[in-house]
């Protein structure tokens, strides 16, 4: 019965019948005591006469579109605490819930923008405070990673620098540095765990949301003389990470 907003653990389906377009949702693993709300967000219109004239017409702030996506933003406290471990398995079925919660954040996320260097979202993002995320590489048909329990074991000592952006305060990029590769356990649902090694923009990825389950945004990252900049300034958006051959 909670007041926070929340994603629906699956995303619901669209069909057109007769020039009608229908939406259907359903769940067989309802929350208990939830109540479900569905919202309805149009694209917009055509261009106004106005607008083809070069009239400027205000547009949404990346982070209000991110709010209304229920994205968490910075100044909430979840994102400051550290995210509570599954004990699994026995917890198995609430991860499986809180990873279906993920995947239809990023979803809803990726059809208003796209995210050249890949993408990543963890579940204190959207109001869970569990140990979860997931990340979305770059690379075409590249299957998501799922990290539960995600821990960094060792850590390269050769780092670089590179913009990085938080769905939690979208309207600015940080320069960042990080270890260029990383080792990576995880729990896995049954309740082993295994060891991942990752490089370069896959692994300042996976690093990034491991902050966010630690309860730290990336600007704790950023040396002391630096600052984020505003997005209007970045001049990187739709390109990926650059690195030398």
Request: some cysteine; aromatic content about 6%.
């Amino acid at each position: 019965m909670t007041a926070e907003a929340s994603p629906l653990r699956t995303a619901p389906t669209r069909r057109e019948e007769n020039g009608i377009t229908v939406f259907t949702w359903s769940t067989d693993r309802p929350v208990l005591h939830a109540r479900y709300r569905l919202e309805w967000r149009f694209r917009a219109a055509a261009p106004t006469e106005r607008e083809s004239q070069g009239v400027q017409v205000n547009e949404a702030r990346p982070s209000e579109q991110m709010r209304d996506l229920g994205v968490v933003q910075e100044g909430a406290p979840l994102l400051a605490e550290p995210a509570r471990p599954f004990d699994l398995p026995s917890e198995r079925d609430t991860a499986e819930q809180v990873v279906d919660n993920l995947f239809a954040s990023i979803e809803r996320i990726a059809e208003v923008h796209t995210f050249a260097k890949g993408m990543g979202i963890a579940a204190p993002q959207v109001s869970i405070g569990r140990a979860a995320a997931v990340v979305q590489p770059p690379e075409p048909g590249a299957g998501a990673i799922i990290l539960l329990n995600p821990r960094v074991t060792q850590e390269s000592d050769e780092s670089d620098e590179q913009y990085e952006g938080c769905l939690s305060f979208f309207d600015v990029r940080g320069l960042v540095p990080r270890p260029l590769r990383i080792t990576v356990e995880t729990t896995n649902l049954d309740g082993s765990t295994m060891s991942t090694v990752y490089e370069r923009g896959l692994a300042r990825l996976i690093q990034h949301e491991i902050d966010h389950l630690e309860g730290k945004l990336y600007t704790v990252r950023m040396r002391p003389d630096a600052a984020p900049i505003p997005l209007a300034e970045y001049r990187q958006t739709g390109q990926t990470w650059a690195y030398e051959s």
